[in-house]
């Protein structure tokens, strides 16, 4: 005789089958990479992703920085003239530690006899470090451009040593280096239509621009080196004469007239 089925349980045994079929399936959908599941909003994960993404802030600042470097000069620029033994050239100077580094060197004439001892030719001239000092500084923006003037890095750490972009045209390998590190669009324009040297950037703190006198700066590049070999070491350096700063221009208000003086 036989027993007759529960009809509950029969049904509860064949949702427990699909259930377990269901969740075998989802699981090997899963794996292949056929149903993916969206993070929920506030992860960690996702919050990580996006502040890995450049903000609208961020890419505003980049743009600043750019527009000053290659702006003409302005009422409230500080400038530096360097006289050299081949002729001066004048910097504008970007507000920052770097600058006020620079400054506090040419005011006490650290500047003075020091010559351009390294010449890369079209890449920089450089002179060697004053002192074994280094410092920090907030970064900034500014591009490794022709007539670019700032300090050499010693690590993460900046040094004193004076440095000069003199590349007019730029290398293929420089426009592999902006590939390869996804510049933006505007940044690799500037490059190619000023020259310079992108791969320089993180090695050299940019501090200034060069805004006139460019003629004395390709002279001095243009001097006998020892070659790549030799470390392009320069023959006979053209030596800085001294540093002067220039403080901003203040324009002077009109003097009042005598009828508005007796008001």
């Keep these: 005789?036989?027993?007759k089925k529960n009809p509950a349980a029969l049904i509860a045994g064949i949702a427990?089958?699909?259930?377990?079929?269901?969740?075998?399936?989802?699981?090997?959908?899963?794996?292949?990479g056929i149903i993916t599941f969206d993070k929920?909003?506030?992860?960690?994960?996702?919050?990580?992703?996006?502040?890995?993404?450049?903000?609208a802030v961020i890419a505003e600042a980049k743009n600043k920085d750019l527009e000053w470097q290659t702006a003409e000069l302005s009422s409230e620029d500080i400038t530096a003239t360097v006289?050299?033994?081949?002729?001066?050239?004048?910097?504008?100077?970007?507000?920052?530690?770097?600058?006020?580094?620079?400054?506090?060197?040419?005011?006490?004439?650290?500047?003075?006899?020091?010559?351009?001892?390294?010449?890369a030719e079209n890449m920089f001239i450089q002179c060697p470090a004053i002192s074994e000092?280094?410092?920090g500084a907030e970064q900034n923006e500014l591009g490794c451009i022709y007539g670019a003037v700032g300090f050499a890095m010693d690590?993460?750490?900046?040094?004193?040593?004076?440095?000069?972009?003199?590349?007019?045209?730029?290398s293929g390998m420089s426009r592999a280096y902006m590939d390869e590190?996804?510049?933006?669009?505007?940044?690799?324009?500037?490059?190619?239509?000023?020259?310079?040297?992108?791969?320089?950037?993180?090695?050299?703190?940019?501090?200034?621009?060069?805004?006139?006198?460019f003629e004395v700066l390709d002279s001095i590049a243009e001097g006998r080196t020892s070659g790549y070999t030799g470390?392009?070491?320069?023959?006979?350096?053209?030596?800085?004469?001294?540093?002067?700063?220039?403080?901003p221009e203040v324009e002077e208000s009109e003097p009042e007239s005598e009828a508005e003086g007796q008001n």
Aim: hydrophobic content about 45%.
């Design 1 to 3: 005789m036989s027993r």
């Design 16 to 32: 427990a089958t699909v259930i377990g079929v269901s969740i075998i399936a989802v699981a090997v959908l899963a794996v292949a």
């Design 40 to 55: 929920p909003v506030g992860s960690a994960s996702a919050d990580k992703a996006e502040n890995e993404e450049p903000s």
């Design 83 to 119: 006289e050299t033994e081949a002729g001066s050239f004048v910097i504008k100077l970007y507000p920052g530690a770097a600058a006020d580094r620079f400054t506090l060197l040419a005011g006490d004439g650290s500047f003075a006899s020091v010559g351009f001892s390294t010449l």
């Design 133 to 135: 000092e280094t410092f």
């Design 155 to 170: 690590g993460e750490e900046i040094s004193d040593s004076l440095f000069a972009v003199t590349a007019k045209t730029l």
């Design 181 to 213: 590190h996804g510049f933006s669009s505007q940044r690799a324009e500037l490059y190619e239509s000023l020259g310079g040297m992108p791969e320089y950037e993180g090695r050299v703190f940019i501090f200034g621009q060069v805004i006139s006198g």
């Design 231 to 247: 470390g392009y070491a320069a023959e006979n350096p053209v030596k800085i004469i001294s540093v002067s700063i220039n403080p």
